[in-house]
Structure formats: C-alpha cells, structure tokens
C-alpha cells in the first residue's frame, strides 16, 4: 500500500524559529518520487522540492532544507529562521513510476507568529 | 503564476445538476492533471491525460469524467453532483508524462448547496 504520513496536524511556532515538518511515507516501489508543496491562505499549491528515491542527499535552498532518509522512509522539511510569510499548509506527496499516481499526506499547517 | 489557467474560479450550483471545470495548461506541457481537495479526503488525485490520451487514473468517481482535447485544455465534467462533491478543484500540467515537476493552477472552488 502507498501512504504518505504527516503526524503533525499543526504546528505553531515565534518568527525566526527553526521548524521541522514531519514526512513518513510507505511504498513497494523502489523507485519513486516525494515532493513538498506549499499551500499559502491564497489557496494555490506551490511545488518546494523533488527528491528522485535514488538521491538521498539533503538539500538546501536559502532558508529551506530537506533530509532524505530511505531507511526510516522518511523525507522532512525544516524551515530555518522561520518569517510569517512560511505560514501555509504544506503538502508531502508520493508519486509512484508505474501510473504516476500521486499520493499526498494530509497536510502540516504551520502559524508563524510574529 | 504557475502558468496553468483554471475557469471559472468560483462556482455554486445545486445537488443533482452537470457542471464543466476548464484548464489550459502551461505553453509546451503535454500533461494535464486534476486533483480534489476536501474537508474530509484532503487532497487526491483524479485522473491524468497525456497528449489527448488517459494515462492514469486515482480517485475518481463514475460520476466525474475528464477530456483532453487537441489544444491540450482540458475540461472535467462533473454530474449528478451530491453536497460531498463541494471541494477545490486544482488541475496540474507538466512537461511529460509523470515524475516531473507539476505546475498547479489557482482552482476551481465548487459549491454544491
């Protein structure tokens, strides 16, 4: 079965906090993609980051960064110095090779207090 | 922008009644995707077209059909529509046929009263 877990339904954290959000995802696949979306109160879904299941170097864009760890199937994001404009719901999605079916999890709203 | 057009942005209409949700894709993407996203399902993938062509199928109702047609817009018509049915309505486009970076259009909120 595919899935894609994000245990955290909400997370409330002070500008300038480092946040991490949470992704566990299950699949028989052994290739396959994971993908992180942004969904700010505007509504529209904006693409983060694509992670090819063969690739488990961590990434850094600015003040994003992802780690990669197919061992415990787990693909997180973390938010440094955290700024009220990172306030949205985030998306950690699966797409398989075979139908390229996608899977997402249900969504971590992050408050970013100022 | 993301480049991806979804019409209308808005839409109310009433339990049993057809309605036609429209996406044109970004200039060059042969892909066209539709998600729903709910209250209680979240986000799920529909369906998928490549180049005219059904490539993949996800959580999509009998009542719910999609097409894409030679310009490469794409229309999902939905019928019998229940109150279950209210949610966004987001169609997607990428350059090939899947495991590419998707470009997600503004939506189409349906309301079903």
């Known amino acids: 079965a595919q899935k894609v877990t994000q245990a955290q339904t909400e997370i409330s954290v002070v500008e300038k906090e480092d946040v991490t959000l949470d992704c566990v995802y299950e699949?028989?696949?052994?290739?396959?993609?994971l993908f992180w979306y942004k969904q700010p109160p505007s509504g529209e879904l904006v693409f983060l980051i694509r992670?090819?299941?063969?690739?488990?170097q961590n990434e850094i864009s600015g003040r994003y960064s992802w780690n990669f760890q197919k061992s415990t199937s787990s693909f997180n994001f973390t938010i440094t110095a955290s700024q009220v404009v990172d306030s949205a719901v985030y998306f950690c999605?699966?797409?398989?090779?075979?139908?390229?079916?996608?899977?997402f999890g249900a969504g971590t709203r992050l408050f970013v207090k100022a | 922008d993301s480049g991806v057009t979804q019409t209308p942005k808005h839409l109310i209409t009433a339990t049993g009644q057809r309605v036609t949700l429209r996406c044109s894709p970004r200039s060059g993407d042969l892909s066209v995707y539709w998600y729903q996203q709910s209250l209680d399902q979240g986000l799920q993938f529909l369906i998928q077209y490549y180049n005219g062509e059904e490539r993949a199928k996800g959580n999509i109702l009998e009542r719910f059909s999609a097409q894409q047609f030679p310009d490469l817009h794409s229309e999902l018509n939905l019928s019998s529509l229940e109150l279950g049915d209210s949610a966004l309505y987001f169609c997607?486009?990428?350059?090939?046929?899947?495991?590419?970076?998707?470009?997600f259009g503004p939506g189409t909120r349906l309301t079903v009263l």
């Open positions: 997607a486009s990428s350059e090939g046929t899947g495991l590419n970076e998707q470009f």
């Open positions: 992670r090819n299941s063969f690739d488990e």
């Open positions: 699949t028989r696949d052994t290739t396959y993609y």
């Open positions: 999605a699966l797409q398989r090779t075979g139908g390229f079916k996608t899977i």
